[in-house]
């Protein structure tokens, strides 16, 4: 019980350094957040005029899809602000700590997710700017965000394992770029999923982040009146889905991070 | 009084080469012990094994009661370590880092930053407390993080190379602050390669070579076995080498080390200046010219030509992937 108890105080104590490096070189906040600014008008405007969605708003469609692939994108914040770590001087400060083995890993997904909110903040905003409206109850729209941020926090362990694993903070953007890409890309983020050709649309339809858009869009009553219903259960029961999915990957990729950091600095 | 810290037959291998070949050694509570060596001697493997933060390949290791392999929390939990290069962060400043250690060794809140503050003093960073740690100088980090290894006021500190790459007044003003721990109680573990820093701060320095110890005692003991200062002298003509020698062996308390690449004879002896002019008139009535002529004390050089046969530059060359 006490283990439990100062793993928390250990990784709040983390998360308190790590904010305060944020508050200290805001320019990396700056160009991070300039990301979903650019993601929500380049869709908005370059797809948004060439795609067609019957009897509603391909933009407001999209919005939804963007709020989904950013968060999963933001994830590589986590895996950079790790491998980063892991080079500095301080981690030998750490290892000779009686602290506890998870406060590194603890701490960076829980400060990262102040950095999820500003990042949703914004582009909750620039969104509103380009016509996007919440068209569902407040509550609706409060999980809908909650949901975002919980499957945002989910990714953030899967990250972390990428940021332990690779040598130095370069690789983390491109080792995460191979898996967030198709992940974010076969699925109905950009275009709807009945579309896509056979294996594709499987994937798509199954696809953990297909779950989650069709969720946001849901909970923020973004479907176009007439859409007719998916025929997947994922995609029928979009919440509970991306639910068990967040569960699942912080099952998986907490303790292997945990375990990943321990080997890494126990060095011999 | 039981040891504090002990260590038996302790051996860690990297690949092929040995880092560590059975060391033994024991400080008892409250006092200084000074592990002095070359680099990739083996003194930050030894650390390292001590402080939990690596294990041996062989051997055992207590630290305040507790076996380093068995329980490394109960270890840390008794120890600060101040390493070679400073374990701080850039972006903090001193006090934030000071606070986060604190809070770390798992202190509450208020006891944390009245500590901080407190050590900030002690180590004279006062001023800079509230900068980040990024615009300090390379020894305000040394004495920030030394101040981290402080913070919970173990009983036991590893002191790394504390003062290696420092300028003479900043090595001066950790060597008072390393003195100050000590007189309240604190048993120390240093590493050096410092004969000064060994002499000015500990009554026990082990020497140290290719991970095993080859002398061990006071420092007078060992200057004593060193056989106080020498006389270096290069004769003008490399034929006279043997003959200077010869002369010069009337004066020498050890063995005479001669080097005759660079024309160089290096004599142990004793009583300082009269002996070196005595030495002078010696040479220049058996007709020996010579081009350079100095009396010096004892280096750490000295320790391992004497004690080894080699000279710690062979040893740095040898060892350089070791890692230290």
């Not at chain 1, 990428?162 to 191979?178: D, M």
């Amino acid at each position: 019980m006490t283990k439990l108890k100062y793993a928390f105080i250990d990784a709040y104590v983390i998360a308190q350094r790590n904010i305060i490096r944020i508050k200290r070189v805001p320019e990396i906040l700056v160009f991070v957040l300039i990301s979903p600014i650019m993601f929500v008008l380049l869709f908005a405007y370059v797809f948004g005029s060439a795609i067609d969605i019957p009897g509603g708003s391909y933009r407001e469609f999209l919005i939804g899809g963007i709020f989904a692939q950013t968060v999963v994108f933001g994830a590589t914040f986590t895996g950079a602000g790790l491998a980063e770590d892991m080079q500095k001087g301080i981690i030998n400060r750490f290892r000779s700590l009686p602290m506890s083995p998870s406060a590194v890993v603890m701490g960076r997904t829980a400060s990262d997710v102040i950095y999820n909110s500003l990042t949703l903040i914004i582009m909750a905003l620039t969104g509103l700017l380009v016509g996007w409206r919440i068209r569902s109850s407040f509550w609706d729209a409060v999980l809908g965000f909650g949901l975002l941020l919980l499957f945002a926090y989910a990714f953030s362990w899967m990250m972390a394992l990428v940021g332990l694993v690779v040598p130095s903070v370069e690789v983390v953007n491109n080792a995460s770029f191979v898996v967030i890409f198709p992940l974010t890309f076969i699925a109905n983020t950009f275009v709807p999923s009945e579309g896509l050709p056979g294996p594709l649309r499987t994937f798509a339809e199954w696809n953990p982040i297909s779950a989650l858009t069709q969720a946001v869009r849901e909970l923020f009553g973004n479907i176009p009146a007439g859409t007719p219903p998916p025929e997947v259960w994922p995609l029928q029961n979009p919440v509970l889905y991306s639910f068990v999915w967040i569960v699942i990957i912080i099952a998986i990729f907490a303790p292997l991070s945990i375990a990943r950091y321990q080997r890494v600095t126990a060095k011999s | 009084m039981a040891p504090i810290i002990e260590a038996h037959g302790l051996v860690k291998r990297y690949k092929e080469i040995v880092a560590l070949d059975g060391l033994d050694l024991a400080v008892e509570p409250g006092t200084i012990l000074s592990v002095l060596g070359p680099n990739g001697a083996g003194k930050t493997t030894a650390v390292s094994i001590l402080t939990t933060l690596i294990k041996a390949d062989e051997g055992t290791a207590t630290v305040a009661g507790f076996d380093v392999r068995e329980h490394p929390d109960e270890v840390k939990k008794n120890i600060g370590l101040s390493g070679q290069y400073a374990a701080v962060d850039e972006q903090l400043t001193g006090f934030e880092n000071l606070r986060m250690v604190g809070r770390l060794y798992r202190m509450g809140k208020p006891a944390a930053v009245r500590r901080s503050r407190e050590l900030l003093e002690q180590f004279d960073l006062t001023d800079a407390a509230d900068r980040p740690v990024k615009g300090y100088s390379g020894g305000m980090r040394r004495r920030l993080d030394l101040a981290g290894a402080l913070i919970a006021e173990p009983p036991i500190l590893f002191l790394d190379e504390p003062t290696t790459g420092l300028d003479p007044r900043s090595r001066a003003d950790l060597w008072i602050a390393i003195k100050g721990l000590v007189a309240g109680g604190t048993t120390l573990l240093l590493t050096t390669q410092y004969m000064e820093e060994a002499e000015h701060l500990a009554d026990d320095i082990m020497v140290i070579d290719h991970g095993r110890e080859i002398a061990h005692g006071t420092a007078d003991e060992l200057k004593n076995m060193l056989g106080g200062e020498r006389v270096v002298v290069t004769v003008a003509d490399p034929d006279h080498i043997a003959r200077a020698t010869e002369v010069l062996a009337q004066f020498a308390v050890g063995e005479q080390h001669v080097d005759d690449h660079t024309r160089e004879l290096t004599v142990p002896i004793s009583g300082g200046a009269p002996v070196l002019t005595a030495a002078l008139r010696a040479l220049d009535t058996a007709g020996i010219a010579v081009t350079d002529v100095g009396l010096r004390r004892p280096t750490l050089d000295d320790v391992f030509l004497t004690l080894t046969g080699h000279r710690t530059e062979e040893t740095e060359i040898a060892s350089v992937e070791v890692g230290e």
